[in-house]
């Protein structure tokens, strides 16, 4: 049972309410560790999409988080030019990639025509796929941290595509907002970890790099460890962790996966 179980999740504590909620629910004790900050290219990122599509001229625009889609009309809205981001969006097909990334775009008046059955980019691939779309060019606004795996991808199946970097990632920088997860670890009181992206783990070994490798590694493999999906995972293999993979690739499939993990304990 996961009831008492205190389960960490690479999220802020305002990004991380779903998780809450759903711990909650179950009585067990979540706890917040953000891992990672997002550092936004600055005001130009709106006037830099708008010329990409005027001179790319996509048949699709794909949008990879609901990070993506805040920022860039947040940005737009302090510019001016929110009505000119909304068209040059809506004069693609859209496709969003998971249910809180296509709550985002609608909240801005977005019509969002493709959600994936996979939330990844794999999911993106078989989408386009079913879609015979060879030939068709695509735009993705996205972090300059991203991998190449999409791009590559979709090439293969025969789009033209453009990623247009909104943002970096770094580690996060406060860590004083850690000092009760790094005590309860150190104490092996820490049941679970929830990794919501490959960025996240990195920025987590970043953070604890503190305590000696050794010792994390021995910790960390008394840790119910759980992925939000494939990518994540093959980050943590590259630091010689085996986590269990979430079916559903969001939050609550995540929390559900941990949830099997300590049924069956």
Do not use: C
């Amino acid at each position: 049972m996961i009831s008492g179980k205190t389960i960490a999740i690479t999220r802020s504590k305002d990004d991380a309410q779903e998780f809450i909620e759903l711990a909650s629910r179950d009585n067990a004790i979540p706890l917040p560790i953000p891992t990672i900050e997002l550092m936004p290219k600055g005001d130009k990122i709106v006037d830099d999409f708008l010329q990409d599509v005027k001179e790319f001229q996509p048949d699709y625009s794909v949008f990879m988080s609901s990070k993506a889609v805040k920022l860039l009309f947040d940005v737009a809205k302090n510019t001016d030019k929110y009505q000119k981001l909304q068209l040059a969006i809506a004069n693609t097909m859209v496709m969003a990639v998971g249910p809180k990334t296509k709550q985002a775009l609608e909240d801005e008046g977005i019509r969002v025509s493709f959600v994936p059955n996979k939330f990844s980019s794999v999911g993106v691939g078989e989408q386009f796929t079913k879609l015979n779309a060879e030939g068709k060019k695509v735009i993705v606004p996205r972090s300059g941290a991203s991998t190449e795996f999409l791009a590559n991808l979709l090439e293969k199946i025969g789009l033209i595509v453009k990623e247009n970097h909104l943002y970096d990632v770094q580690a996060f920088s406060d860590h004083t907002q850690w000092t009760s997860f790094k005590e309860l670890f150190s104490q092996n009181k820490i049941d679970g970890i929830v990794f919501t992206s490959a960025s996240s783990v990195r920025g987590f070994f970043e953070i604890m790099s503190d305590f000696e490798n050794k010792d994390l590694q021995n910790k960390l493999e008394k840790t119910q460890i759980v992925a939000i999906g494939p990518f994540t995972a093959e980050e943590l293999k590259k630091f010689n962790i085996e986590p269990k993979v979430a079916d559903v690739h969001t939050v609550p499939g995540a929390f559900e996966a941990m949830k099997n993990i300590f049924s069956l304990a």
